[in-house]
């Protein structure tokens, strides 16, 4: 009987002290345009998923403290072919809190001068107000930061060495985040990209 009564004490206090190790809170803030999916997992076997609406921030109490915890968060929507993905990760303190942020990376118009002509560059997004014109010496390139998650139009007019006529070109830039869009003026003799190259950063 005495034996019966220790080892029932022992599995109380143990069940008390699982009880009290959770006590952490992670917080996961979503400071984009887009709905995400948010795996927050750690090294043994916990998972949570959790869907972030846009500007929303979603905070759970049941996670156990001093421990690692890691982000993934995917985007859903917003996106034209590529979603962006955060990962990120962090150590929940005793009786603390964490916060994941999400937030969207730029994306880039790098724009390319492959002719000895001067060229003027419009690159407009009338749904965010972009109004960018840039004027190209022969032979440079240059880049624009813009915001993802819209479309651009890109068009290059030459300004002199043309006859009768100016060159032009234009592109439509799906911007998604992280991701680096290069356009080039065209060439009448080594002819442009019909393509816009795109990579992610």
């Given at each position: 009987?005495?034996?019966?009564?220790?080892?029932?004490?022992?599995?109380?206090?143990?069940?008390?002290?699982s009880?009290?190790?959770?006590?952490?809170?992670?917080?996961?803030?979503?400071?984009?345009?887009?709905?995400?999916?948010?795996?927050?997992?750690?090294n043994?076997?916990?998972?949570?998923?959790?869907?972030?609406?846009?500007?929303?921030?979603?905070?759970?109490?049941?996670y156990?403290?001093?421990?690692?915890?890691y982000?993934?968060?995917?985007?859903?929507?917003?996106?034209?072919?590529?979603?962006?993905?955060?990962?990120?990760?962090?150590f929940?303190?005793?009786?603390?809190?964490v916060?994941?942020?999400?937030?969207?990376?730029?994306?880039?118009?790098?724009?390319?001068?492959?002719?000895?002509?001067?060229?003027?560059?419009d690159?407009?997004?009338?749904?965010?107000?972009?109004?960018?014109q840039?004027s190209?010496?022969?032979?440079?390139?240059?880049?624009?930061?813009?915001?993802?998650?819209?479309?651009?139009?890109?068009?290059?007019?030459?300004?002199?060495?043309?006859?009768?006529?100016?060159?032009?070109?234009?592109?439509?830039v799906?911007?998604?985040?992280?991701?680096?869009?290069?356009?080039?003026?065209?060439?009448?003799?080594?002819?442009?990209?019909?393509?816009?190259?795109?990579y992610?950063?």
């Amino acid at each position: 009987m005495k034996r019966l009564v220790e080892i029932l004490a022992v599995v109380a206090l143990a069940s008390v002290f699982s009880g009290c190790k959770k006590e952490g809170t992670v917080v996961v803030k979503n400071n984009t345009r887009s709905t995400y999916e948010a795996v927050v997992t750690d090294n043994l076997n916990f998972e949570s998923v959790r869907t972030i609406a846009a500007g929303a921030s979603d905070a759970n109490t049941s996670y156990d403290v001093e421990r690692s915890y890691y982000l993934v968060a995917t985007q859903k929507d917003g996106y034209f072919e590529h979603p962006q993905v955060v990962n990120d990760s962090k150590f929940l303190p005793k009786n603390g809190s964490v916060i994941f942020t999400i937030e969207s990376r730029p994306a880039y118009i790098k724009y390319v001068n492959i002719t000895s002509d001067n060229y003027q560059v419009d690159i407009t997004c009338p749904a965010n107000n972009t109004i960018k014109q840039i004027s190209m010496p022969g032979r440079t390139l240059d880049s624009l930061e813009i915001e993802a998650g819209y479309s651009y139009n890109v068009k290059f007019t030459q300004l002199d060495g043309y006859v009768l006529y100016p060159s032009t070109k234009e592109y439509t830039v799906n911007a998604d985040c992280g991701y680096i869009y290069t356009c080039e003026t065209p060439n009448l003799i080594k002819g442009a990209s019909e393509e816009i190259e795109e990579y992610e950063y």
